[in-house]
């Protein structure tokens, strides 16, 4: 039997926390198209302007005050390079970690071999670590060693935390396989190659493609390690929009967050859908 | 020459605790060309390790397995010429069923065309034509055994090994599949090792039973010798229901002996080869005794209905362990708490040395 005071309390506490979660995100698209520059929180008219501004189309229209506000935002140009070296750093990390953190997930799913445990921990590990930590730790290594900052240390510095997101996803769609599903594999004749391409990688797939996506918003997303480990020609998007914070915040940067918000709930709906296709 | 040839095989488990155990520890065993061999026995007998090294999932420490004269024992799996069907199906769930069945084809690069028409024809073989557009997970669990069964017969092997494929199917079903499984194996005309602790499974299908127990073999036969003749307690406890009688042979009347427990339970046994004072282990299964105005007298202590008969538990008056009858139902069935009067064919019965 439901009390129903207590269902009530409970309706309204699941309603609160989605209000608590979601309204900041709200807020920020809400504004995004507020076209007051100097106060966001006090509603001007509606506006596409931020946006405009963004992609470098404000100073075509006819509006004086619009071309004061495109002023804003010191370069579309130096926006749009962020966001491409965002991307290759996050095609690069996505490729690397999800190959390594898939065969590894496999080994050692299916091999025995000495110090399998401790392997396993240190495998955790990176995920564990402060950011700061592990941010401040490559970027003593890399001087250590000589090497020059660039966008190849941002790629070397996300693969080390994000191999061992896929590899947790991929074990776990691991553990829930049936080892005898290889068996009948090389039982029919298949040779270990053919069953990994024929069967065992098509079962992971589910996993496998939650993994890589998981691992590019990381990547797109990372501020701290990314902020150690990046040369100075080398700024990500979420670098950047932390130095235009630093400077005052801007109505561009809602545009932005709210652009941002949009490419990741699409991302997560495409992972959902993968997700929930059958594949037994 | 026997298609498979096993010979000494061995193999030993290391426990967890460091202790070893020998899964197989000595086995012999030859399969015929059109043979049903079921292996038998309680689970961790080794009977699933033996179907295992036969497969090439398991490699042995010890003796020899040959295919046709030829050593299996250096081969991966893969290029092994017998079939598995698993105990869990293992379909692929990421593939229509005709490819599940095809796959075996697919891998050794038999063009598409060729493919289809073998698909094609083991679907039929096992009653599942037509199905060959669904997938795995629409299918029903009979169903999936049967495509399991098509995916393991379509290569043609000489040898298809099936590890307990009918202990997930209900009741009914698991009964029609096991004489469809046998028809089809006299159909194919290929040898089947059957894995199974089901012993009613067993003896419905088999051409030969190996009874195995702790990694060796109890004993080889056909079912009828493995149930009226089993060469010791274990066999004869293991495969059905079993009434042993521990009797010291009394005296030796022409073909008749009589012989007596410790409690004083009298038996007449075929005097073939006793001596008086020997000590011997009868068996006699429940359907051997009947229910007679005179003989062994005891009480019903419990009655239990199983449709068209009863099973009746009797308590020997004078003392012992309770004797398992089966009786036809009926007006006159005793029940629980009658003096009964239980009467044996002599010649039903069969003797043990005594352990």
């Known amino acids: 039997m439901r009390n129903p005071i207590g269902w009530a309390a409970l309706t309204v506490f699941a309603l609160a926390f989605f209000v608590f979660i979601y309204a900041p995100l709200f807020v920020i698209i809400g504004y995004s198209f507020n076209s007051n520059p100097v106060n966001m929180m006090v509603w001007d008219h509606f506006t596409f302007d931020w946006y405009r501004g963004l992609l470098g189309l404000a100073d075509r229209s006819q509006d004086g005050a619009a071309q004061n506000r495109a002023l804003y935002i010191e370069s579309t140009d130096q926006m749009l390079a962020a966001l491409r070296t965002s991307l290759t750093v996050a095609a690069f990390t996505t490729t690397i970690s999800t190959v390594i953190g898939t065969a590894t997930a496999i080994a050692l799913a299916r091999y025995r071999f000495r110090l399998k445990g401790v392997y396993n921990g240190f495998l955790m590990l990176p995920m564990m670590m402060p950011d700061i930590v592990l941010g401040i730790g490559l970027l003593i290594f890399f001087v250590t060693i000589g090497m020059n900052l660039s966008m190849l240390t941002i790629i070397i510095g996300h693969c080390t935390f994000l191999t061992s997101y896929v590899f947790i996803i991929v074990q776990a769609r691991m553990a829930g396989l049936d080892p005898a599903l290889e068996e009948a594999s090389a039982d029919l004749g298949a040779s270990e190659w053919v069953t990994l391409r024929k069967v065992l990688l098509p079962q992971l797939a589910p996993g496998i493609l939650g993994g890589a996506l998981l691992a590019f918003v990381i990547s797109m997303d990372d501020l701290v390690i990314t902020y150690f480990v990046a040369g100075t020609g080398d700024t990500t998007l979420p670098v950047f929009i932390f130095g235009m914070i630093r400077r005052g915040v801007k109505p561009e940067i809602n545009a932005i967050a709210t652009l941002i918000i949009l490419a990741s709930v699409v991302i997560a709906a495409t992972g959902l859908w993968l997700r929930s296709r059958k594949t037994d | 020459m026997a298609l498979l040839e096993i010979r000494a095989a061995r193999r030993v488990f290391v426990t967890p605790e460091g202790g070893r155990v020998a899964a197989l520890d000595g086995v012999d065993l030859d399969v015929g060309a059109n043979e049903f061999v079921t292996l038998l026995g309680p689970s961790g007998c080794g009977k699933t390790t033996l179907l295992r090294s036969i497969s090439g999932f398991e490699a ?296």
């Open chain 2, 60 to 355: 042995l420490n010890g003796g020899s397995i040959a295919l046709d004269g030829a050593d299996l024992s250096k081969l991966p799996p893969f290029r092994r010429p017998v079939n598995t069907v698993f105990q869990s199906y293992a379909l692929f769930g990421h593939m229509s069923v005709a490819r599940n069945v095809g796959y075996a084809l697919e891998v050794r690069g038999v063009a598409k065309g060729q493919r289809e028409a073998k698909v094609a024809e083991a679907l039929e073989k096992v009653g599942l034509d037509g199905m060959g557009a669904r997938r795995p997970s629409q299918l029903s669990g009979g169903q999936r055994q049967r495509v399991a069964l098509a995916r393991s017969i379509i290569a043609e092997p000489r040898l298809l090994l099936l590890d307990e494929p009918l202990s997930a199917l209900d009741r009914n079903l698991r009964q029609q599949m096991q004489l469809e499984l046998k028809a089809l194996q006299a159909r194919l005309g290929i040898a089947f090792v059957f894995v199974t602790h089901d012993q009613e499974e067993a003896l419905t299908m088999s051409d030969r039973i190996v009874v195995m127990r702790a990694g060796k073999i109890e004993q080889i036969g056909p079912p009828r010798d493995i149930y009226r003749r089993p060469k010791n307690r274990f066999v004869a406890d293991f495969i059905g229901e079993t009434n042993l009688f521990d009797l010291t042979v009394e005296r030796i009347e022409g073909s008749e002996a009589r012989a007596r427990t410790p409690e004083g339970v009298e038996l007449v046994l075929p005097s073939q080869g006793l001596v008086a004072g020997q000590a011997v282990t009868a068996v006699l299964r429940p359907a051997d005794f009947t229910l007679a105005a005179a003989g062994l007298a005891g009480t019903v202590t419990r009655a239990v209905y199983l449709g068209q008969d009863l099973h009746l538990f009797v308590q020997p008056a004078g003392g012992g362990a309770e004797i398992r009858v089966t009786a036809r139902d009926g007006a006159a069935a005793p029940s629980a708490g009658d003096a009964v009067h239980l009467a044996h064919d002599p010649a039903a019965v069969h003797v043990l040395e005594a352990a």
